[in-house]
């Protein structure tokens, strides 16, 4: 698995669900394994994909797309 996005819970889960919609499964974990969950939607998280499906999650939401005006 290789880390592919690390930032607030909120943004983590929405990107496991598009990612999931795209046959992609990943994982999430928190960053400070050992902070308590307090339910903060802005505890950092981080989001692994396997490192065979890590360039074309890439190309799907972080390559600059050239059909977009």
Do not use: C, S
């Amino acid at each position: 698995m290789k880390v592919f996005y690390t930032g607030p819970l909120v943004n983590a889960e929405l990107l496991l669900v598009m990612l999931e919609k795209h046959g992609i499964v990943a994982q999430q974990e928190w960053v400070d394994p050992q902070a308590a969950d307090d339910g903060d939607l802005n505890r950092p998280t981080k989001i692994l994909v396997p490192e065979t499906d890590f360039d074309r999650a890439w190309q799907l939401f972080y390559a600059e797309r050239e059909d977009e005006l």
